[in-house]
């Protein structure tokens, strides 16, 4: 099935560093989710997003729907332990339809 | 308040075997379900998804069938269970614009 493109696959960084991610598609969403999965449970969302242009915080954690609805991202900022993961993006082409297309993950490694 | 439960949580099974994974929510009605796959270190793939009793769609070919006997069941089957079907299965119930609620997943190891 279609998944979005999303990068890094993979990162390593220092506790109390910032971290940058972002997921891309080819066509235009109307919804971004962000989720973050821990290892052995089901992924949790962090942050929804549902206009252009729109930034969102939850806690540490900054999402942004590019401006030009193709694109989203994800920051966190000072970075701890416990933020380790794997980040997927999902988007949704227009409200009314009944899934979400994910991306490929981002695994997060959070070094002490 | 809504909650999604699935189980078994691992499930460790030999080639050619049976499969039967349930999944039930609790407070709410008629809910969309969803059974997705991943395979290690992957991304989520959609197998199926339901809108509502009896009714399933299936997104891609494979081993692998749904059912919906009651409206807040869903259940993922096979008759006879291959190597690729090893992976975490995630039932996930959709609200719409705020996405899915996952179940904690259950680990298949097919050996």
């Known amino acids: 099935g279609q998944q979005l493109n999303q990068s890094p696959q993979s990162m390593f960084i220092q506790e109390g560093e910032d971290v940058s991610m972002n997921c891309t598609s080819s066509?235009?969403?109307?919804?971004w989710l962000w989720y973050k999965q821990e290892p052995g449970e089901g992924p949790v969302l962090l942050i929804a997003?549902?206009?252009?242009?729109e930034l969102t915080s939850n806690g540490r954690l900054t999402a942004q729907f590019g401006i030009t609805r193709k694109d989203s991202f994800l920051n966190i900022s000072a970075s701890i332990p416990s933020d380790v993961g794997i980040y997927f993006c999902?988007?949704?082409?227009?409200?009314?339809?009944?899934?979400?297309?994910f991306g490929t993950g981002t695994r997060l490694k959070v070094l002490a | 308040s809504q909650t999604i439960h699935q189980w078994p949580a691992t499930l460790v099974q030999p080639v050619g075997s049976p499969l039967s994974l349930e999944c039930t929510v609790e407070?709410?009605?008629?809910?969309?379900l969803y059974w997705y796959r991943q395979a290690a270190g992957r991304g989520l793939q959609l197998l199926f998804y339901?809108?509502?009793?009896?009714?399933i769609s299936s997104e891609v070919p494979q081993n692998l069938s749904a059912s919906r006997p009651q409206d807040r069941q869903f259940i993922l089957s096979s008759k006879k269970l291959l190597l690729s079907d090893s992976g975490f299965y995630l039932c996930?119930?959709?609200?719409?614009?705020?996405?899915?609620?996952f179940g904690s997943g259950t680990r298949l190891t097919v050996v």
């Open positions: 997003l549902y206009k252009a242009g």
């Open positions: 407070g709410t009605s008629n809910p969309n």
């Open positions: 339901s809108v509502g009793i009896g009714q």
């Open positions: 066509s235009i969403f109307n919804t």
């Open positions: 996930a119930w959709f609200w719409g614009n705020y996405g899915y609620t």
């Open positions: 999902a988007g949704r082409h227009t409200s009314g339809t009944y899934k979400y297309i």
